[in-house]
C-alpha cells in the first residue's frame, strides 16, 4: 500500500517535470533554480529538472522515428 503510494508521487513527480520541460521547449519560459539559496535544494531541483529534460527527449525521439506520428505542417514555424 505505501510502496503503491510512493510509486505513485515518482510517476507524478516526473511528469510534471516532463510538462516543465515541454513547456520550456515550446516556449523558452523556465524556472530559475538559481533563485534557490539552500544547494541542496537546488540540487534536487536542478536533478528533478533533468528528469523532465530526459523523458521529453526520450518521447520527441519516439516521436519522430515512428510511424504513428507526422509533422504538422499548420504548426511549423
Given at each position: ?7 505513485h ?35 534536487v ?20 522515428n ?11 514555424r
Open positions: 500500500m505505501v510502496l503503491g503510494r510512493v510509486v508521487y515518482a510517476v507524478d513527480a516526473v511528469l510534471l517535470s516532463t510538462v516543465i520541460a515541454g513547456v520550456r521547449r515550446s516556449s523558452g519560459f523556465a524556472p530559475d533554480a538559481n533563485l534557490i539559496s539552500d544547494p541542496s535544494f537546488r540540487s531541483a536542478e536533478r528533478f529538472l533533468g528528469v523532465g529534460e530526459t523523458v521529453f527527449d526520450m518521447i520527441q525521439g519516439t516521436a519522430v515512428s510511424s504513428y506520428f507526422r509533422r504538422d505542417s499548420s504548426s511549423q
